[in-house]
């Protein structure tokens, strides 16, 4: 799921810098450069120039978007599954509540980033309640 993650975020990019892909993808920056060099290392992803010599920005090779066209076909017919087993509407909470915990880690690796002090989440307002 990471990688199909990445890729996707990719391409729905364009191009993408680490810091970009990690503020998109919440994820952390040690798991997020050994998927990409992976996915660099099959050739699935290829380093952009970018005008800042300093910024690796990443895009996909014509290996990654034929691959993604063959993913995403079997990711959407995987979510079908969860659907029907759960229902739509246990579906949609859930997406909710996944989506509301995504914003909420995306704003702490911000915050963390910025040098801000973040509330643990025990103490904060914006919690995300347990299923």
């Known amino acids: 799921m990471t990688q199909f993650s ?3 975020t990719i391409a729905r990019l364009g191009e993408a810098s680490l810091t970009q892909l990690e503020d998109e993808l919440a994820i952390d920056q040690t798991t ?3 998927s990409l060099g992976l996915l660099e290392r099959d050739g ?3 380093r952009a120039s970018h005008p800042d010599g300093r910024v690796k920005a990443m895009r ?3 290996k990654g978007r034929r ?3 063959v993913a995403r076909p079997l990711w959407a017919k995987a979510q079908g599954k969860v659907l029907r087993a759960l229902g739509t509407k246990a579906w949609a909470d ?3 509540r996944l989506t509301r915990l995504h914003h909420v880690a995306v704003e702490k690796r911000r915050r963390g980033r910025e040098g ?3 509330q643990p989440a025990s103490r904060r307002e914006e919690r995300v309640t347990p299923c």
């Open 94 to 96: 859930a997406e909710r």
């Open 32 to 34: 997020l450069t050994r």
């Open 60 to 62: 996909l090779a014509s």
């Open 6 to 8: 990445i890729l996707a």
């Open 116 to 118: 801000r002090r973040v």
């Open 67 to 69: 691959a993604l066209e």
């Open 44 to 46: 699935v992803i290829e």
